[in-house]
């Protein structure tokens, strides 16, 4: 996984409590989808603080968790060591995998032949994100471009869209399904929820709090997110 994608460990608490929740909707979805009973064994890959995998043990008999940073792991407090380009399982031993707010952090070639690896014979794939950065109503320019330079200095750190290397991959073509859905939250927790994005959370404690410092008092005392739940799923030719 990029350096970037293990700045969440800088954050992992802030993470678990703020981070919106994964559509029951978009699960049920999925599960229909890849033909999941709830006998299944399932892999949580880039498991994180757990907030995925505490919705799969709810729908499964055996979910097995992955993340590769130590200090998400600890929130976990049941995921396994290991990566989505070395996972440490055995061939062939699971019926599907998922994937929550992972994927592109992958090196998406390496991650698409350790899954092939590691799923059953017809075995599916439910990788499923979450969008909610734009608000109602629409934050103010100034506060925009502050909280959008340090993403912008973070670009060259990230990977390209990673969808074209399923195409001569032992998967099945991608399939695409979306689900929308909504937030209201208070000017604090709007902040504290940006806190935990990547190019924020690698920034210095004293560097992001002088940040928000300088973009509070531009913002509302509420705002809505219009959220985004998409999921992308594939199975084993």
Known sequence: MAELGLSFGNLAETYHRVRPPYSQELLDWAQEALELGPGARVLDLAA???RLTQELRRRFAEVVAIE???RMRAVHGKALAGSAEAIPLEDASVDAAFVGEAFHWFD????????????????GLAIISNHWW???PPLPDKALELLS????RSRPLRRPPWDDAFA???????RYERMDGELTIDTETLLTLYSTTSALATLPAEERDALFA???PLL??????????????TRLA
């Open 149 to 152: 330079e340090p993403y912008e």
């Open 48 to 50: 994180g603080t757990g």
């Open 214 to 216: 300088r973009v509070r």
């Open 220 to 233: 509302a005392a509420s705002y809505r997110l219009p959220l985004r739940h998409e999921l992308t799923w």
């Open 108 to 123: 998406p070639a390496a991650a698409i032949g350790e899954l092939a690896r590691v799923l059953r014979p017809r075995g």
């Open 68 to 70: 590769p940073e130590e």
């Open 134 to 136: 734009e608000t109602n």
């Open 168 to 174: 001569e991959s032992p998967f099945e073509p991608l």
